[in-house]
């Protein structure tokens, strides 16, 4: 079955600096990569996704990259702010069928 | 609120108890999912269905466990003789085919 990790675990930022969050996956037919933010006691939310037939996309301060090859896609955050503090989770899909979710990265954006 | 729904928020209940929950998705949605979620972990697949057919149950679920939809709308997840490793928040999506998954915001269960 698919296997997806994400790096860092914890990754502490400056209000206004860039946040990158790393995830890898091992199989090879996974196609949908989402990812969500939740916060404290709360649901996850999506807040942007990629499928394989794209390399990037981009959502005002948020984009993900996706590199099929290697089997990494990340997340970049750009001008973070105080909100953007949550635990962010990226997944793997094939088809829809089920996702498969990394084990979270907890983002701290000091003011 | 037309976001998917789940009840109870929150159970607490002893070791050896049947507990049930139930999911209501996003309207017209045809696929549902069912995830465990532990403290500081990412959420754990345990089944998913299509319409009312239960397309795939995870290895790592018990036979303590069981879920149905009968009618293709809401879901129920049901945990038979809970252990206190059963604790943890459960939670459910919906979607469209082909399309992103919702969460609800789940039930969290306590078991002592």
């Known amino acids: 079955g698919e296997n997806v990790e994400q790096h860092p675990s914890t990754l502490s930022v400056q209000e206004g600096d860039s946040a990158v969050i790393k995830c890898t996956y091992s199989?090879?037919?996974?196609?949908?990569f989402p990812w969500y933010k939740q916060e404290l006691g709360k649901r996850p939310q999506l807040i942007i996704d990629i499928r394989s037939n794209v390399g990037e996309k981009k959502d005002q301060r948020i984009a993900v990259t996706l590199n099929k090859t290697a089997k990494h896609f990340s997340l970049h955050i750009t001008e973070t702010q105080p909100e953007d503090s949550a635990v962010y989770f990226c997944?793997?899909?094939?088809?829809?069928?089920?996702?498969?979710f990394g084990s979270g990265t907890k983002l701290n954006v000091k003011p | 609120d037309t976001g998917v729904s789940q009840n109870p928020r929150h159970k607490i209940t002893k070791r050896g108890q049947n507990v049930t929950f139930r999911c209501d998705p996003i309207s017209e949605h045809n696929r549902l999912y069912w995830y465990r979620q532990t403290l500081g972990q990412g959420p754990e697949f345990l089944t998913y269905f299509q319409n009312e057919a239960q397309l795939e149950k995870s290895r790592l679920l018990s036979d303590r466990f069981s879920a149905e939809r009968p009618k293709g709308s809401f879901s129920t997840l049901e945990i038979q003789r809970t252990e206190q490793g059963d604790s943890a928040m459960y939670l459910c999506?919906?979607?469209?085919?082909?399309?992103?998954?919702?969460f609800g915001q789940g039930t969290r269960l306590t078991v002592v």
């Open positions: 997944a793997a899909s094939s088809n829809f069928n089920k996702f498969y």
């Open positions: 999506a919906s979607s469209l085919e082909n399309t992103e998954a919702f």
């Open positions: 199989d090879s037919a996974s196609n949908y």
